[in-house]
C-alpha cells in the first residue's frame, strides 16, 4: 500500500507511525520545510525511537501526484477541505481528513460531500477514539444488552490544551494556529469534537435514538484577534424521547476522557486512560455486579487501531457506510457545531 500523508505535524507524525507499523510505504507532504525538518530530526526520533529512511519527505509543490491508495489530510482544519478536494483529483482508494473534517461554515465542503457522491474514492474521518479497542468493547457490551435499554448518554472529552502546547513547543499559544480561533476549526467545540463524534457513535449502538434537538453552551475567549470556546456542553433529546449530554473543554486537569451509558438494567462505562496501562471498561447488568476491563493500550496503538480498520474496509471486511470513521459522521458533528453557533 502506498500512502500520502498532508501534514507533518504532530497528526502526521502519529499516522507516518502507524501507517508504517503496517509496512505500508509513506509519503509526506508540508507547506513549511521546518516542519519536514522537525518531523525527521525531533518529533519522529523523540516519540517513537528513530527516524524510519523509508519515509519520504516532500515540499509541497513537489509530491507525486496519482498513483496512492490512501491519501490522509493533517492539516489544520481551516485548509483541509481545498486539500481534500485536490486528493480526490488523484484518485486513490480512500481520503482520511483528520479531525474536525473542516471549520464551521466552510464554503468547501459542500462541493466535497458532492464530489465524494459521484466518485469510487471512500472517505473516512480521524475520529480515531471510536475504533480504539476499548470503545469496540463497549460497543460488545452494549449490543449483548446486558445493561437493558439505554436510557442516557453521557461523554466528556475535557483535557487543558498545555499538553497540545507541550507538543507544539513551536508554538507560543492559541494565538499562533487554528486552536485559537473556532472559525477555523479551533476552540474546545472543533479540538475536542471527539466527543461528539463519540457520542454519535455510541447513540447509533445503544439504539437510545436519533438526535432531533441540541442545545449548546460555549463559554468564550475573545481577546485582541483570538476568538474560541473554552468550554463547550451540548445537550441533546432524541425521537426516543431519551435525552444525553457532551461536554468539551480547554481547561480541565488533569484530564478526564469519559463516556458513560445508563440502561434499565446497568450501566457502561469508559474512561480513556483511566489506567496507568491502558484504556478502562466498566459495566453491570441487572445483578448489579461491576466488572472492570483494562484495555492495554499506548497511545501510537489508537493509530494503528485506525489502519487495521481501514485496512479491513478496504479489504470488504468491514462495509464503509458502517465504519464508525465513515466521513458522513465527521459531517455530522459539523453540522451540530454550525447549527449551534447559529442558534447564538
Ligand atoms: N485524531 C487525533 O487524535 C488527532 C491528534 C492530533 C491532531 N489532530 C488533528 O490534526 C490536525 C492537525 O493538527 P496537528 O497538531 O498535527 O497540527 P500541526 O500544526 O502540528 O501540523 C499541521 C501541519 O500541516 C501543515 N500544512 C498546512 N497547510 C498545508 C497544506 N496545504 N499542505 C500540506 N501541509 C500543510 C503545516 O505546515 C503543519 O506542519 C488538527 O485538525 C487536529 O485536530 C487529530
Redesign the pocket.
Known amino acids: 500500500m502506498k500512502i500520502k500523508i ?7 507524525n ?1 499516522l507516518t507511525q502507524a501507517a508504517r507499523r503496517m509496512g505500508w510505504h509513506v509519503t509526506v ?4 520545510p521546518k ?1 519536514l525538518e522537525r518531523m525527521k530530526n525531533d518529533i519522529y526520533p523523540t516519540r517513537y525511537g528513530k527516524w524510519d529512511d523509508s519515509i519520504e519527505l516532500c515540499i ?1 509543490g513537489t509530491e507525486k501526484r496519482g498513483g496512492f491508495d490512501i491519501i490522509m489530510i ?4 481551516h ?1 483541509r477541505t481545498a ?1 481534500a478536494l485536490e486528493a480526490l483529483k488523484e484518485k486513490p482508494k480512500a481520503i482520511i481528513l ?3 473534517v473542516s471549520f464551521p461554515f466552510d464554503p468547501k465542503l459542500k462541493t466535497l460531500v458532492s464530489r465524494l457522491k459521484s466518485s469510487r474514492t471512500l472517505a473516512f474521518v ?1 475520529y ?1 477514539h471510536a475504533v480504539a479497542k476499548s470503545i469496540e468493547r463497549v460497543a460488545d457490551i452494549l449490543k449483548s444488552g446486558v445493561i437493558g435499554d439505554a436510557l442516557t448518554l453521557d461523554v466528556e472529552f475535557r483535557e487543558h490544551w498545555e499538553g497540545i502546547f507541550k507538543a ?1 513547543p513551536w508554538l507560543s499559544g492559541p494565538q499562533d ?1 487554528y486552536l485559537g480561533y473556532w472559525k477555523r ?1 479551533g476552540g474546545a467545540s472543533g ?1 475536542h469534537s471527539h466527543a461528539l463524534h463519540l457520542a454519535l457513535y455510541l447513540s447509533r449502538v445503544a439504539k437510545i435514538g436519533a438526535w432531533k434537538d441540541v442545545r449548546a453552551k460555549f463559554q468564550h475567549v475573545k481577546k485582541g484577534k483570538l476568538d474560541y470556546d473554552a468550554i463547550a456542553s451540548f445537550a441533546f433529546d432524541t425521537d426516543k424521547s431519551k435525552t444525553g449530554r457532551v461536554i468539551q473543554d480547554v481547561v480541565t486537569k488533569p484530564t478526564r476522557k469519559w463516556a458513560r451509558i445508563q440502561g434499565s438494567n446497568g450501566f457502561v462505562e469508559w474512561v480513556c486512560n483511566g489506567h496507568p496501562s491502558g484504556d478502562v471498561v466498566r459495566y453491570a447488568g441487572a445483578d448489579s455486579v461491576i466488572a472492570e476491563e483494562i484495555i492495554e493500550k499506548k497511545r501510537p496503538d489508537d493509530f494503528h487501531a485506525e489502519m487495521l480498520h481501514l485496512d479491513a474496509v478496504l479489504k470488504k471486511k468491514i462495509k464503509p457506510a458502517a465504519s464508525p470513521l465513515a466521513f458522513a459522521s465527521g459531517v455530522e458533528v459539523l453540522r451540530i457545531l454550525e447549527r449551534a453557533r447559529k442558534a447564538r
Do not use: F, N
Open positions: 498532508y501534514g507533518a505535524g504532530s497528526i502526521g502519529h507532504v508540508d507547506t513549511d516542519a509541497a493533517g492539516t489544520p482544519p485548509v486539500v483528520e479531525k474536525p480521524g480515531d507544539h494556529s476549526g479540538e
